[in-house]
Structure formats: structure tokens, C-alpha cells
């Protein structure tokens, strides 16, 4: 499109008050629409034939209505903008009174917590002194009783040395019932069971040191899933990689292959389906099994090949049965003994997820009990690994979230499972992303 022509100046001297063209000397009342000029008519009938003409009085008229139209529109979005900045003004002001408002409520409702725990230990410190009442009356009461007793055995002690002095005659007649008495004090002293009186105390530190243990827990849980729902995304930049997964497609991009390992696998496993498939075999089809170095000796347990500690690893898996352990732990973990020291759950190098009637999540022989009962046989594990959280979902259309562990990792982690009777667990296709 051309850029409209500067004007000419035709502008002559004026006439009664009317700018006259300066080569005609006759009024410029014309107006080419086609150059956007100002011109007379001797200037229209010579320079500009063929072109949009139009008097100057109809289209001031025109170009004026349409400078209405834009200034109307123009004052309507000044009001509109107007309104939206008090409206964001007003959002302001609302946003500051709610967190006010949002502070009180949270710090009435934790310093209503901290007032429970407070009326609980000062309870708790009345019990103790209750405890050292009764134990302290039980040694003292023991204490009276053995002073009893001993004042007793002297007596029969000088009474016996007196009888050892004296004539045959007298020994035959006193031994017997002497005798009889020494032997039933004797058999008193073998029947009296004394209770340990610092029982109750040990009880009792281990009871809250378990409460406390959870109570943490359960605090750094719930904190932080206020703290991962509650704070608004304020980081334009924040990518879809770095957002935390919600559906079940968002988890599945950080979905790792996993196969199991039959050298961890105990003698009553049966791996099949290309490592996939794992169940209890049938006593009457038992094998012999091979003895590896690095097999389950004494649990019904096994771990996968691949170690996990990419940044976000995700993998689910399908259970049959009642009772299974899914657990991950440290290759260290001990493979051969009889006690919790291979056990999933209840030593420093494993964590697991307990599935029977209810959900329990244990670590170091600790277990949180969860109120969730199974619903699904599927269950995702999300796992990331610097940060140092272990969840788990229930899986379906949606991931329904169970528990998630806060912790320190340092090795690789290997997915491990027990198999209670007539179970089955199967390591579920996803398409991988990860390794």
C-alpha cells in the first residue's frame, strides 16, 4: 500500500474567511479521497480525474463520526481498565486479610496441637510419678519384708547353732520340727518372684520414642504436601518436566524397566513370563534349587536387576493375593540370615510397602499403620532419588496417593517383594522412558 502524499500546499490568501487554492484563487472545498488532498475545483477537474472526490464539509462529517466511534470505544476500554485496576486493587487488599486471616487460623489450630501435646506430657510426667510411687513402694515394701526375713534366718541360724551343742538326746527331739521349718522358710525364699520394677519405665521411653518417631513422620509428610499443594506456581518458567506428575500419563514419562533377578529369588519363587511374573511354587512341582551367593535363604523374597537412582524413576505392578511386601533396598541388604536383618521393612537398608487387610509402611522395624484398605491391584511406586521421597499410588483411572518416605539415600535402590501363600506379582509393561 502507498503512503499517503504529503499535501500540496494550494493554500492561497483567504477570502471572507475561506482558504482559497493558490494557483486558482478559488475556495478549497473539494477533497480527493485518493490522495487524501485538500484542492479546488479547477484542481479536481485538472489533476485528479478518475479519482474519489468528495466535499470537504461531508467527509469532516464522515471522519468525524468515526472519531466519535473510536474515542466512545476508547473512553469504554479506559473504563474497563479502570475497573480492573480497582478490582486488582480490591484483590489486593483480600489477599493480604486472607493470609492474615490464614496465618491466625493455622497457628489457633497448631497451637491447639501443641496445647494437646502439652496437657498429654504433663499427664505423661503425672504417670511417671505415679510410676516411681508404686515401684518405690514395691522396694520398699520388699526392703520391710527381707529385713522380715533375715531377722527370721538369724533367729533360726542361732537356734540351729544352738541345737548343734546339745546332747544326743535333745539333737533327736528338736531336728525334726526344726528341720520342717528351716525347710518350708526355704522353700518360701524359692517361690517369691520379684518384678523388675524399672519395667514400666522402659515401657514407657519406648512407647514415645515409637510416637514420636511417627508423629515426625507423619508431620514431614503432611508439611510437605501442604507445602507441594498450597504454594501457588509463581515460577513462570517452571517446565512440565519439572512440575510434579498428577495423572497417570504424567507419571508414566518417568516409567524405568525393571526385570526380576532369579539369583536373589527364594527357593519357593518361580519366575516366568521373560522375568516378569513371580509366584509361590507348589510344594508337589518343588525343585531342587541352585545355591547362588546372592539368593534369599530363609524369606520368601527377591530383588529386580536394575538399581534405581535416576532422578525420577516411576514402575508399577500388578498383585494377585491377599498378603505382599513391595519394598526397594540397598544391594547390601543381608541375604542369608534368619533374622529382621533380611526382612523388608525392618532394617536401615530397605523400605516397604505392607499390603494385607490395610496398608502399612515400615523402615527400621518402624511401621505407620495406614486406614486405606486395598482397593486396586495395581500399585506405582514413584521414586526420587535425590530428593531423597518414596510414594505410593493405588492405580487406575486415577492415582489414588497412599504414603510417601523421607529419606537420605545413599546407594542405589533395587526393587524387592515377599509373597505371602497364593500370591502373585507382576511387573507391569509402561512403555520406558528411563533406565
Not at 472526490?53 to 471522519?63: D, K, L, P, T, Y
Not at 520340727?177 to 518360701?188: G, R
Not at 515401657?203 to 507441594?228: A, H, M, P, W
Not at 535425590?386 to 492405580?395: H, I, P, Q
Request: hydrophobic share 30%; proline share 4%.
Amino acid at each position: 500500500m502507498q503512503a499517503p502524499k504529503r499535501s500540496r500546499s494550494c493554500s492561497g490568501p483567504e477570502t471572507s474567511g475561506k482558504a482559497l487554492c493558490w494557483r486558482h484563487s478559488r475556495p478549497l472545498d473539494i477533497y480527493c479521497c485518493t490522495d487524501q488532498q485538500i484542492i479546488c475545483a479547477a484542481c479536481a477537474s485538472a489533476e485528479h480525474t478518475g479519482h474519489t472526490i468528495g466535499m470537504v464539509r461531508q467527509e469532516r462529517e464522515r471522519e468525524q463520526e468515526e472519531l466519535r466511534n473510536l474515542l466512545t470505544k476508547t473512553q469504554q476500554t479506559l473504563k474497563k481498565q479502570e475497573k480492573k485496576w480497582k478490582d486488582m486493587g480490591k484483590t489486593l487488599e483480600v489477599i493480604e486479610e486472607e493470609a492474615r486471616k490464614t496465618k491466625d487460623h493455622c497457628e489457633c489450630i497448631l497451637v491447639e496441637v501443641m496445647d494437646s501435646l502439652q496437657r498429654h506430657f504433663l499427664s505423661l510426667r503425672d504417670m511417671i510419678s505415679t510410676q516411681e510411687e508404686a515401684a518405690a513402694a514395691q522396694v520398699q515394701t520388699s526392703l520391710r519384708t527381707l529385713q522380715v526375713q533375715m531377722e527370721e534366718l538369724q533367729k533360726r541360724d542361732a537356734e540351729l547353732d544352738c541345737l548343734a551343742l546339745t546332747d544326743d538326746v535333745r539333737f533327736l527331739q528338736k531336728w525334726p520340727s526344726l528341720k520342717y521349718l528351716c525347710s518350708k522358710d526355704q522353700l518360701h525364699h524359692l517361690n517369691e518372684t520379684s518384678e523388675d520394677p524399672l519395667l514400666p519405665f522402659a515401657l514407657t521411653k519406648r512407647t514415645v520414642e515409637q510416637l514420636g518417631r511417627q508423629l515426625k513422620e507423619f508431620c514431614d509428610n503432611q508439611f510437605s504436601f501442604i507445602y507441594q499443594t498450597g504454594l501457588p506456581e509463581v515460577n513462570s518458567t517452571l517446565t512440565h518436566q519439572e512440575a510434579e506428575p498428577k495423572t497417570r500419563a504424567e507419571f508414566l514419562q518417568y516409567a524405568c524397566r525393571l526385570t526380576f533377578d532369579p539369583h536373589t529369588a527364594h527357593e519357593d519363587l518361580v519366575i516366568s513370563t521373560g522375568d516378569k511374573e513371580v509366584r509361590l511354587s507348589p510344594q508337589t512341582f518343588k525343585s531342587p534349587a541352585v545355591r547362588h551367593p546372592e539368593r534369599f535363604a530363609h524369606r520368601r523374597q527377591l530383588l529386580c536387576r536394575e538399581g534405581l537412582q535416576a532422578e525420577r524413576c516411576y514402575y508399577e505392578v500388578e498383585i494377585r493375593g491377599d498378603k505382599v511386601e513391595i519394598a526397594l533396598a540397598y544391594k547390601s541388604l543381608d541375604r542369608k540370615s534368619r533374622t529382621s536383618l533380611s526382612a523388608f521393612g525392618a532394617n536401615a537398608k530397605s523400605w516397604s510397602l505392607d499390603r494385607s487387610t490395610n496398608y502399612s509402611v515400615s523402615h527400621r522395624a518402624d511401621s505407620v499403620q495406614l486406614t486405606t484398605p486395598p482397593t486396586q491391584k495395581r500399585v506405582g511406586v514413584y521414586l526420587k532419588f535425590r530428593e531423597g521421597t518414596l510414594s505410593f499410588y493405588e492405580v487406575s483411572d486415577t492415582m489414588t496417593f497412599l504414603y510417601t518416605v523421607q529419606a537420605q539415600f545413599k546407594e542405589p535402590l533395587y526393587p524387592g517383594f515377599w509373597l505371602g501363600e497364593e500370591c502373585c506379582i507382576k511387573i507391569c509393561d509402561l512403555g520406558w522412558h528411563t533406565l
